[in-house]
């Protein structure tokens, strides 16, 4: 259905091409062939786009800011095939290239195994996941990005970057039954800081991001990414996410952590992982939340 316009009322979305520096750029990344279960999650980085303009880019303020009117923000399109080693190395090189160039480089997933090559493609020396699941599997799938980032060696020469240490690794919303416990066990003996779903609501989102904050933004010249996997979420606003659970995270906590975290300038990256845009609800609703939350980090970044 289109869209009704309004000169006075500028939408999101439709951004130019990257040229010369920009603020932020968008970059889509559809991994799903080694998802753990079926998806059609290269769709959506699309169906996100397409849900961009239901929205303005105006904060409330006081006083009103639009975004585009403070912010330079630009769409790259999509990397073609980014699955296999060969599709890993073309995102790390893409993601190299124009984070050089950007402030804030957001990869639109595409599962969670996208994490991997936008976190070496940006140099990231800390990483902080919103996410119910640690994502600490063997092998290579959306299942293995917080474990290959620690323990592999990068696929690809185009990047030289170090692993991460997982001591400047934070989850937060680690959830009941959905983990196991032998990955709760080799996270905590990796020393990763799990902030459970439990944690987050008894402390409140401010302080938990704090901390999350100064631990992945640790050492010298830190660089930090933010993977927000959307299946985070209370299956109600999230059943487009094959792996969401009820009691998850509410909406609204799902973008205030993302903004918070998104206002600090070590951030230098952040993805949006696990939704499938064709098994979403009717309303779209999950591919809507995931269009919010892009406008949430562009909304962090305006007020660094």
Known sequence: ?????????????????????????LLGVPTWRTSLSPTGAHATPAAIREALPRYGATLMGPPAVDLDEVLRIADAGDVVEPDGDEGEATTIGRVRELAEAARLLIALGGDNSLTYPVALGTGATGLITIDAHFDLRDGVSN??????????????ALVDTARIDPTRIVQIGIADFANSAAYARRAADWGIRVITLDEVR???????????????GAGVDPRIHLDVDVDACDRSVAP?????????FAAWELRALTRAIATDARVVSADLAEVDATADAEDARTVRLAALCVLEMLAGLATR
Do not use: K
């Open 143 to 156: 299942g293995t990005p917080v474990r290959r980032l620690v323990e592999d060696v990068p696929v690809s």
């Open 240 to 248: 487009g996410c094959p792996a969401s659970v009820p009691g998850g």
């Open 202 to 216: 008894r402390r409140g989102i401010d302080d938990v991001v704090a901390e999350a904050l100064e631990i992945a």
């Open 1 to 25: 259905m289109a869209l009704s316009h309004d000169p006075l009322w500028p939408r999101a979305g439709s951004w130019p091409a990257p040229d010369g520096d920009v603020d932020a750029v």
